[in-house]
């Protein structure tokens, strides 16, 4: 586990982060953000090099501009951007141990701090001499001593995580909220309020020359004004991004497109002029449609194409798309008032790459010009796990649709022997090397593997109706069960279930309601779906808790009566699966007390492992390295050490 902390990567510790590589406009130069962890001192180091693209093509020699070590959630560093071949922007965590915007000048080697907010910075946009950022925001102590605290408060605004972590100073939570929006141009500073909602997504923010910035927020479907003017009232129907921002010389954010966005999570590319943007959205039908939009004191919206998913504007009238799928980029023009597909030609690609995928560490490489491919540097020399990892297709139940999952073979497979299996939920990414599992937290399969476990990481279903979510769910897991069984590898009367996020009401359910037993579950950061959930989300985020109530099948206005008897913690609460709840932050912990408390009312085994300050993706090592080994140990206690050696197959079984 240790060694897994300690890997060298270029993106965040949890599959399907971006790889931090960035070229400069002219694909000159690369910078490269690298980081891992070290147990030991419980820190994580962070390092920002950087190569030359024509030196390199025959013996390369990175230069390191920054290097730091951190303690806390922030990253090191992050978000570089160019500003032209010579000078990078870029966030790093700084003297008094926040994020902060910093620029570096590669002609004189000089590194300058370009910001000096109080709590941080949470993400940055740059376009010319235009720069935007969204400040950190810690929360204010609701007392300033103890006599103050004596005399009480009234509740108004006030969420339960604020209520619960801030008894007092600075509260005990070490991951930043949301702040205000700053964009400055020209020596002018303008200020937006996002009131610290946590539907804001600060990764998503940009700005154009002209310092008009756009900013994704997630809200209720019901929220659109074409579902509001619609004749009826509309059911909830789920959460949608939408897009806000501003123009240039505005002093408040609102919804620039009336629509959610589509294909693409909300990537804008600006024209050159800064007065219109390319956006992929989804048309009050619900179908992909990629548009320009032009902001001059009003919205302007033209229809492009649907398969479009826009890359850059070469013109006002030109635009380079790539196609839905992935596998070809064209350009699009205006025409006579109209856009059309004008050309298409191969991927464009970048001179330098990480070359990474399931089954080994990542290396940086760059395309040679007569062919080919070198690596420029190599994370991890000589990094071995010993574990067969291999890409296994399974048939979902009903559509019999063929999906790929990722399996990690017991150390010592032997042919003929059924092994113990542990399923692992919401996700599976080939194109990264993650023996830890899809998240940092405590997905472990590297180790569950040494242990002498199967592990299958199983990819999200297609979204089902929420309403019929969980039995989806519990029908997918036990097909899966099914054909590991008839492959003669698995013991089905030795199977657990992992669940995080989102898949942790998948789990619930398929305790309560599915086909097979299963003899161990870990739900970790999870959502349940259940009663206390929904409380807990009060004055946090309503398209969370609008969320929760339609996988409870409930609405806002349904009674308590309803609540608990649609909640999963409750429903589940008579199997006999013994539960493991790992539970960060106070959220959680009000959530997964249903579970806890019900577990323990019916004398179910049940375990709650409480990590105050971890994030929903953990990053401190040793919170990590506790998260995984509690994992481990959990499916050993209940799949290995309580229950019968494993069986013999009739069958000669799969080989790995």
């Given amino acids: 586990m240790r060694e897994i902390i300690a890997l ?16 400069s406009p002219k694909k000159s130069r690369v910078a490269i953000i690298t980081n891992y962890g070290d147990v030991e001192r419980n820190i994580r180091r962070y390092d920002l090099d950087l190569f030359d693209v024509a030196a390199c093509e025959a013996a390369c020699d990175p230069r390191r501009l920054v290097s730091l070590e951190v303690s806390g959630n922030d990253p090191g560093i992050s978000w570089v951007v160019w500003k032209d071949e010579a000078h990078l922007v870029y966030l790093r965590v700084g003297e008094n141990g926040q994020s902060q915007v910093f620029g570096f000048d590669l002609n004189s080697g000089q590194e300058v701090q370009l910001s000096h907010a109080l709590y941080g910075v949470r993400s940055l946009a740059i376009a010319g001499d235009a720069l935007a950022f969204i400040e950190a925001d810690m929360e204010k102590p609701l007392w300033s001593d103890a006599h103050e ?3 009480g408060i009234v509740v108004s605004d006030q969420n339960l995580t604020s209520l619960l972590r801030n008894r007092s100073g600075s509260g005990a939570s070490d991951a930043p909220g949301i702040g205000d929006l700053f964009v400055s141009i020209g020596g002018k500073i303008r200020r937006f309020e996002l009131g610290g909602s946590a539907d804001w997504l600060p990764e998503t923010l940009s700005v154009s020359k002209r310092g008009d910035v756009t900013l994704l927020r997630r809200e209720p479907r019901n929220q659109l004004p074409w579902v509001k003017s619609q004749n009826h009232a509309p059911p909830l129907s789920g959460n949608v991004l939408t897009l806000w921002g501003a123009e240039e010389g505005a002093l408040s954010l609102r919804r620039l497109v009336d629509r959610a966005v589509g294909p693409g999570g909300g990537v804008v590319a600006w024209a050159p002029d800064g007065r219109q943007f390319a956006l992929a959205t989804l048309n009050p039908e619900g179908a992909p449609e990629t548009v320009s939009v032009r902001l001059e004191g009003k919205t302007d919206v033209e229809r492009i194409d649907t398969r479009c998913l826009p890359l850059e504007f070469q013109t006002s009238e030109r635009l380079l798309c790539r196609d839905v799928g ?18 298409r030609g191969p991927i464009s690609r970048d001179p330098a790459f990480i070359d990474e995928a399931f089954d080994h560490p990542p290396a940086l490489r760059m395309r040679l010009p007569a062919g080919g491919t070198r690596v420029l540097w190599d994370l991890n020399p000589g990094f071995k796990t010993g574990i067969h990892v291999t890409q ?11 999906i790929q999952a990722g399996v990690y073979w017991p150390q010592g497979y032997a042919a003929g022997r059924r092994y113990p299996v542990v399923i692992q939920t919401h996700g599976w990414d080939p194109t990264t090397f993650q023996p830890e599992g899809l998240s940092s937290a405590g997905y472990a399969a590297l180790s569950l593997s040494e242990r002498g476990f199967l592990v299958v990481q199983l990819p ?16 997918y897991f036990d097909a899966v069960i099914d054909q590991l069984s008839e492959r003669g590898v698995a013991d089905a009367t030795r199977i657990g279930l992992q669940g995080w996020s989102r898949t942790g009401f998948a789990v619930r359910a398929a305790l309560q309601s599915g086909r097979h037993k299963y003899g161990a579950a870990v739900l970790v950061d999870s959502m349940s779906g259940g009663y206390m ?18 996988l409870n099948g409930g609405t806002t206005t349904d009674t308590p009566a309803n609540w608990v008897l649609n909640s999963p913690p409750i429903k589940s609460a008579g199997a006999p699966t013994p539960v493991l709840l790992q539970v960060f932050g106070p959220p959680s912990l009000v959530g997964a007390w249903e579970d806890f408390v019900v577990k323990r009312r019916a004398k179910v085994p049940v375990e709650l492992r409480y990590y105050p300050d971890a994030m929903h993706n953990p990053r401190k090592p040793v919170e990590r390295l506790a998260i995984m080994q509690s994992t481990v140990d959990w499916y050993t206690q209940w799949l290995l050490t309580a229950v019968r050696e494993p069986k013999t197959s009739a069958t000669s079984g799969d080989k790995p």
């Fill in 149 to 151: 605290a004596a005399k």
């Fill in 8 to 23: 060298r990567l270029a993106r965040e510790p949890a599959a399907y982060q971006p790889q931090q590589v960035f070229h």
């Fill in 533 to 550: 959930s929904w409380l807990a989300a009060e004055n946090l985020s309503a398209s969370y808790q609008a969320t929760v109530a339609e």
């Fill in 392 to 402: 296994e297709t399974f048939k979902l139940p009903g559509s019999g649709r063929i």
């Fill in 460 to 475: 999200d279903l297609p979204m089902p109706p929420r309403v019929e979510e969980g039995r989806a769910y519990s029908d």
């Fill in 326 to 343: 992935g596998r070809t980029d064209g350009l699009w023009e205006k025409r006579g008032g109209r856009w059309a597909a004008v050309s």
